[in-house]
């Protein structure tokens, strides 16, 4: 979520520091900001409900660290999405794209694409009695 902006956005993407144009920098402030551009900079998609609509302008963005809140992280116990947002998934054309849908614990599951650019590893949660397995459990197992 955005600090002043209050959007909620979906991490797609990150840059160690800013890799934006001096005239983006300027015009976004950047260096007023206390960590300027070298943080750790996040390419986003918002939420479309909190984004106003314009054609040529897709619901995405490029914010600074410093100017996001994680309450799923940063909360006692790492919380999922739907934890925190409830069972209303973010909205945004692009997400059926990056994503494979939600796992068991309500978090995102970034496409292969997304994990093999940023080198995470995949994370399937089950829900409570699932295994994970594609054979259909046979009475009494």
């Not at 918002?46 to 410093?66: I, K, N």
């Not at 909205?91 to 494979?100: C, E, N, V």
Request: aromatic share 12%.
């Amino acid at each position: 979520m955005h600090r002043q902006l209050g959007y909620r956005g979906l991490v797609v993407g990150w840059d160690s520091q800013c890799c934006e144009s001096e005239d983006w920098i300027a015009q976004a402030k950047v260096k007023e900001l206390k960590g300027g551009t070298r943080q750790v900079f996040y390419h986003l998609l918002v939420d479309a409900r909190d984004w106003e609509y314009d054609a040529h302008l897709p619901p995405v963005a490029y914010a600074p660290e410093e100017l996001l809140l994680s309450p799923e992280m940063e909360s006692e116990g790492a919380k999922s999405w739907a934890e925190v947002y409830g069972n209303d998934p973010l909205q945004h054309p692009y997400l059926y794209i990056l994503f494979l849908g939600m796992d068991g614990r309500g978090d995102y599951l970034p496409c292969r694409q997304l994990r093999d650019k940023y080198n995470v590893q995949r994370r399937d949660v089950y829900r409570p009695g699932e295994d994970g397995s594609m054979a259909p459990q046979q009475p009494g197992q």
